[in-house]
């Protein structure tokens, strides 16, 4: 369809900037996101730099690959119309371009150093282009960041990139991302308040743990495809059962002897190591040989080089309550090469009682679709819950 506009002395051909039922989404990506994860930095806003120079590479990109060829496969020959709206460059156009070309449109142009003012500026474009849905990749402060500019205007979908990933409007990884925006274009999935919450990072690096929630926005209801906002729990009545964590957990390194433990983050694993008799950071990756501390507050190439010298090991994780992630939340500096190296069968996952009962699913997003798949596909994951007690819980394939 096209409009004829007369004049005396030419015809003019103009095609309608949209079909009469094209949705618009609104797409950005947050560069760096994720970086400060597998060099140990829990974080990257304000620590660029440091990433860069500690060895860190740029993950967003991949993860948003990884989304978008999921929506092009799940859109398949529906027929549905749209029109991506995305930012130049880093924050967008790279990776359209490379996955969905010819259907986008660039209406912000960024420089090759983006901010978080970037973010925002990009946000207010989508809102004043009256997209329907805003899709973006990083972590909660990108989360953050568009939800000052749009306040809860328009619906938002993340693709998880970042480290620490608590907000409700992410879906649990990339591919489940495309699968909802696919979902969203065909009217399939219904929208519902969620919360936008953030960590102080600057404490979080020190150790501490300041969680604000800045408000709801408007978020996609899917009970698998999107991840729950973080339970923050007290575990003041769960002393019994961590005691028989720990002393479980002592008799397993006794026994095994010349075995590396590679212990998780989390405060779980921090009071388990305490009634081992171990001083353990509480956000960071440390290591035990022989019943002593090895290693503290480790990044991926930290324990990549003490695999070289103890090639025997096992990792112990503990579950995001509620969300249910073990591994890619949080702990990236246990990357798909130290998981390979140490072997699926010897990751042990530990939790309380309370925490299990409020997260009835295990989840893993490594960053490495083939990983993950491999470790899901083993149906159920071992968690110890006590003093030689174990439960076997199911593992989410999505």
């Known amino acids: 369809m096209y409009f004829i506009l007369s004049s005396p002395l030419r015809m003019f051909y103009y095609p309608p900037p949209y079909p009469c039922m094209m949705k618009k989404i609104g797409f950005l990506l947050n560069p760096y996101a994720g970086m400060g994860g597998r060099v140990g930095l829990k974080?990257?806003?304000?620590?660029?730099e440091e990433a860069i120079k500690r060895g860190a590479t740029p993950v967003s990109p991949g993860r948003a690959k990884e989304a978008i060829m999921a929506f092009k496969k799940e859109i398949g020959r529906g027929g549905e119309e749209f029109l991506i709206l995305t930012c130049s460059s880093p924050m967008g156009e790279n990776v359209l371009e490379s996955t969905l070309p010819g259907s986008y449109r660039v209406v912000l142009e960024v420089g090759e150093k983006t901010e978080a003012e970037d973010t925002r500026r990009a946000a207010k474009t989508f809102v004043e282009r009256e997209v329907d849905l805003i899709l973006f990749c990083g972590g909660d402060g990108t989360a953050r960041d568009i939800f000052e500019a749009i306040d809860a205007r328009v619906p938002m979908l993340g693709i998880p990139a970042g480290v620490k990933m608590h907000s409700g409007v992410f879906a649990v990884n990339p591919r489940a991302a495309g699968r909802l925006l696919a979902m969203f274009l065909k009217g399939e999935v219904e929208t519902a308040p969620v919360e936008i919450v953030d960590l102080d990072?600057?404490?979080?690096?020190?150790?501490?743990?300041?969680?604000?929630?800045?408000?709801?926005?408007?978020g996609l209801r899917e009970s698998t495809l999107i991840q729950s906002t973080k339970e923050l729990q007290s575990l003041e009545g769960e002393r019994e059962a961590l005691g028989g964590i720990a002393d479980y957990l002592e008799e397993l390194?006794?026994?095994?002897?010349?075995?590396?433990?590679?212990?998780?983050?989390g405060s779980t694993l921090k009071r388990v190591a305490e009634r081992i008799g171990v001083e353990k950071t509480l956000l960071g990756v440390d290591a035990l040989y022989g019943g002593r501390a090895v290693g503290r507050d480790l990044s991926e190439s930290d324990i990549l080089r003490l695999l070289e010298r103890y090639p025997r090991a096992k990792v112990v994780l503990s579950p995001i309550g509620g969300q249910g992630f073990f591994l890619g939340r949080g702990n990236q500096q246990?990357?798909?090469e130290v998981i390979r190296r140490v072997g699926v069968e010897n990751i042990v996952v530990v939790s309380t009682p309370g925490k299990l009962l409020r997260t009835p699913l295990l989840r893993v997003d490594t960053g490495d679709p083939d990983l993950d798949r491999e470790i899901v596909k083993r149906g159920y994951v071992r968690v110890i819950t006590g003093y030689r007690r174990e439960r076997m819980v199911s593992l989410s394939g999505v």
């Open 43 to 48: 974080g990257t806003d304000g620590v660029v």
């Open 201 to 218: 990072e600057e404490e979080y690096r020190r150790g501490g743990w300041v969680i604000r929630t800045f408000g709801e926005v408007v």
């Open 253 to 265: 390194m006794e026994r095994d002897g010349d075995v590396l433990y590679i212990l998780g983050p």
């Open 334 to 336: 246990i990357s798909p």
